[in-house]
């Protein structure tokens, strides 16, 4: 519905209103007088009853929960207590003359003290009834009921490095791999991954592809246990590295290159780091690859001497 068929339908209503309070309005101001008010309290009579209708109606509107049930009960009580007024004022022709004094609403005793009642009780819970529900419409707060989501199960990438997170394996106590034991570093491939599903383990072969790609021997090494990583969010497009992406073999090569007048007490991680400007899992991986191909040579030049 557009704005102004919703406009007519209000003023439609407002006109409807406003003749039936008229109807109304002759009926209660002739009881008022029937019951012993005078002209000025006659004529506002009407508008504390049918008034209060009114309000408990807007009331009811705003309100909600047991506050809005309130309102509604006010609003039935009015609306009755209205409409046996109305109807006691056709019952009775004399109280439809106007020159009307106090008089009474019904012939049995019971019965006009129970009209009586009603009448003079009107206003007063008008009074009562009318404040309490304005203090609840002031003091109402609405409740904004949030939103249900969906929950689906979300594809992230986990952030690692280019090839994930370094493992070296240690040689257990008592193991005897030689003079000068070589860490063998497994690198854990990043791959998307599900929130609700456990992270994947890596193959079996990833510790020999390393040691081919590095030019390394295998080490009887025992292997650690890869830890855990958490999810995080995927990274964004703009936060990503646009140089590409070095292989193992690649960086050894730079490495030898740039190193090759360092002293071997210079090979540091940091150092090394510094000079590929990669990460600091690489460069120890480059560091301990570096270091065996240098005691590996001093070891030949040795035997050779």
């Known amino acids: 519905m557009n704005r102004k068929a919703k406009a007519a339908l209000v003023l439609a209503l407002?006109?409807?209103?406003?003749?039936a309070f008229r109807v109304s309005w002759n009926a209660l101001r002739d009881v008022a007088k029937a019951i012993g008010a005078d002209a000025t309290a006659a004529t506002l009579y009407p508008f504390v009853v049918d008034g209060l209708m009114a309000l408990a109606l807007v009331a009811a509107l705003t309100l909600t929960g047991d506050a809005r049930r309130f309102a509604l009960r006010v609003l039935a009580a009015y609306t009755l207590a209205s409409l046996v007024l109305n109807y006691v004022h056709g019952l009775l022709p004399e109280l439809h003359s106007e020159s009307i004094g106090w008089t009474r609403l019904a012939d049995g005793d019971v019965t006009n003290w129970a009209l009586v009642l009603l009448a003079t009780s009107l206003p007063v819970g008008s009074i009562y009834f009318g404040s309490d529900?304005?203090?609840?419409v002031l003091h109402h707060r609405p409740t904004i009921e949030p939103r249900m989501q969906e929950s689906t199960d979300i594809v992230v990438n986990?952030?690692?490095?280019d090839l994930g997170e370094p493992v070296v394996e240690e040689a257990a106590p008592g193991t005897e791999t030689g003079s000068s034991p070589v860490p063998v570093v497994e690198l854990i491939e990043a791959e998307p991954l599900k929130v609700s599903a456990a992270a994947?383990?890596?193959?079996a072969t990833a510790r020999e592809r390393v040691l081919k790609g590095l030019g390394l021997p295998d080490s009887p090494l025992l292997e650690a246990s890869r830890p855990s990583r958490r999810p995080t969010g995927r990274v964004p497009q703009a936060a990503r590295s646009s140089r590409p992406t070095r292989t193992e073999v690649e960086l050894l090569a730079e490495a030898r290159s740039l190193t090759e007048s360092w002293p071997i007490e210079k090979l540091t991680g940091e150092g090394i780091r510094k000079a590929l400007r990669t990460s600091a899992a690489k460069a120890r991986v480059v560091r301990e690859a570096l270091k065996a191909e240098r005691e590996r040579d001093t070891a030949a030049v040795a035997v050779a001497g």
């Open 14 to 19: 407002v006109v409807v209103v406003a003749m």
């Open 133 to 136: 529900l304005v203090a609840k």
């Open 158 to 161: 986990r952030s690692m490095p």
């Open 200 to 203: 994947p383990t890596p193959p």
